[in-house]
């Protein structure tokens, strides 16, 4: 069974932090990069963020410097450590992987950054 779980989001002023997990099953996390996308109201969803199984990262433009991606890999969990929040990073964020030929999302966690 592939299972992907967010968790941590929330209300934060502008200039805030949060720091947002994704816990994942061990077939998925052991073997693909993990990835943060966002999706925000009438927008379509977006990548954010991306870590492989090495620790290399990746970043989206509009967070690059504000967001930080790590991996713990005994609990097989993905955090992403946003700071600097900005009313434009309100969206629901997914953590997402591919396995067996296609892409599994979680159910998503909201986070609003109120201005």
């Known amino acids: 069974q592939v299972q992907l779980v967010e968790s941590g989001g929330g209300l934060v002023q502008a200039g805030g932090s949060l720091r947002l997990s994704c816990a994942a099953s061990?077939?998925?996390?052991?073997?693909?990069?993990i990835d943060w996308f966002r999706q925000a109201p009438g927008k379509q969803r977006e990548f954010v963020a991306r870590?492989?199984?090495?620790?290399?990262?990746n970043y989206a433009d509009s967070v690059k410097g504000r967001f930080t991606i790590s991996r713990d890999n005994a609990k097989s969990t993905v955090y992403m450590s946003m700071n600097s929040l900005k009313p434009e990073d309100t969206a629901i964020y997914y953590c997402?992987?591919?396995?067996?030929?296609?892409?599994?999302w979680g159910q998503g966690t909201q986070v609003t950054v109120s201005s």
């Open positions: 870590i492989t199984t090495g620790g290399s990262t």
């Open positions: 997402s992987a591919y396995y067996g030929g296609r892409r599994f």
């Open positions: 061990r077939n998925i996390f052991s073997v693909n990069a």
